[in-house]
């Protein structure tokens, strides 16, 4: 599986698998990762975060590959500067959102275009703005344009645990629902995950000779880590994402986790 180091992908999480609790990637995780790319190999990253949230981070290292942006709705190019996948959610999405907002008139939502268009505010959306350190456009749904990545909505715990119940009683189609962290909850376009845009990758960038290895930590990296040669996940992981690993760590992301998959890569090249 990785007798040709030069031809491995390792694409990562962001939240909770490479970044730390945090935010600020650890010492021993951007040495790993120039380590291995000074050996051949390819990294890059897999996120829910739009390209604004995620570029804050390419001042401490470089991804030399193409990045999964939107829990899955755009592969973009860096070095070519432009998307090169794009999954869009249908129209019903608006409808749906719609429909959630009026049963939770408090829940935090931004729908991610080429912007992060924040439709409503709550403590826990200005908290995701301070995270992601995004520009936001403030404005109402009918003023977004078209062409929707994906809508998250921001909440405690408690209050997504009610949307979630809420969403399932409603049993909405044409679009999918994930939990992408205890306070976000999204909508995607239908059979949409950062596992089908890997997929995708495979064809659209003639990798399919390649052994990609995959790390996440939550619900919505699942689909990624199942179509991953090894699929990764740190010790912080959900019991949900541990069940489909291959490779369980002991370490957290607060324990280069990532390094340490880089470590257990080298071990295995021939």
């Known amino acids: 599986m990785f007798e040709d180091i030069s031809k491995v992908l390792l694409v990562t999480d962001m939240d909770g698998t490479f970044l730390p609790t945090n935010k600020i990637p650890s010492k021993g995780n951007l040495e790993a990762i120039k380590r291995f790319q000074e050996a051949g190999g ?14 804050q981070y390419f001042e401490y290292f470089d991804v030399n590959f193409p990045m999964i942006m939107f829990n899955g709705g755009m592969i973009y190019d860096m070095e070519a500067d432009k998307s090169i996948y794009d999954i869009f959610t249908p129209p019903i999405a608006k409808e749906i959102t719609i429909d959630i907002l009026k049963a939770f008139p408090n829940l935090g939502c931004e729908i991610l275009t080429d912007n992060v268009n924040v439709i409503s505010k709550n403590d826990t959306e200005e908290n995701h703005i301070k995270i992601c350190k995004v520009i936001p456009n403030f404005t109402d749904i009918d003023n977004v344009d078209d062409n929707w990545y994906k809508v998250l ?10 949307v979630e119940e809420y969403v399932s009683n409603k049993s909405f189609s044409g679009v999918d629902f994930v939990r992408s962290d ?4 999204e909508i995607l376009p239908q059979e949409n995950s950062k596992g089908s845009a890997l ?3 495979r064809k659209l960038c003639n990798i399919e000779d390649y052994t990609i290895v995959a790390v996440g930590d939550y619900n919505n990296d699942i689909q ?9 996940c740190p010790a ?9 690993a291959d490779l369980v760590l002991a370490e957290s992301c607060d324990e280069n986790a990532i390094a340490v998959v880089i470590d257990y890569i080298f071990s295995k090249v021939n």
């Open 236 to 244: 912080n992981a959900v019991d949900a994402v541990k069940d489909v």
């Open 224 to 232: 990624m880590l199942i179509e991953a040669d090894l699929g990764v």
């Open 42 to 55: 390819k990294f890059t990253i897999a996120t829910g975060r739009a390209h604004q949230a995620t570029s």
């Open 199 to 201: 997929k995708a990758m």
């Open 153 to 162: 909505f921001a909440d405690t715990k408690e209050n997504l645990d009610e």
């Open 182 to 185: 205890l306070n976000y909850f």
